[in-house]
């Protein structure tokens, strides 16, 4: 088993096809997904990632509020303690995904990234612990 991963939809969109497509190649490649769907807060990620102890946080967005929407999940996982990978996909200008990166996104993964890949970055984020 490759560890515990959350998989989330960040926001208002409604759009969970890429998240499920995620989620199902990260089952594949061994891991442990819990998958909380559509609508999520950041503060129902950062519960559910506590209750459940995963080991890794994984986040669609693609409504454009990746910037403030991740700031509080951060901010929050901060405030709880939480300290696991974060790693982003959505349609992120390139701009806005180096500032996830300096906020402390561990990767951001954007429309046709390869599944092999985020299962590869995921390992990864979880031999770093961060």
Known sequence: MAGKVLIAKLGLDGH????????RALMDGGFDVVYLG?????????????QE????????????????????LLKL???????VPVLIGGIIPK???EELKKMGVFEVCGPGTPLRR????FERALKQGK
């Open 16 to 23: 969970d096809r890429g998240a499920k497509v995620v989620a």
């Open 77 to 83: 996982m901060r405030e709880r303690g939480l300290n």
């Open 53 to 72: 102890d995963v080991k890794a946080i994984g986040v669609s967005i693609l409504s454009g509020s990746h910037l403030e929407l991740v700031g509080d």
């Open 95 to 97: 701009e806005d995904a």
């Open 118 to 121: 985020i299962v590869e970055l």
């Open 38 to 50: 559509i609508h999520q807060t950041p503060q129902s990620v950062v519960e559910a990632a506590i």
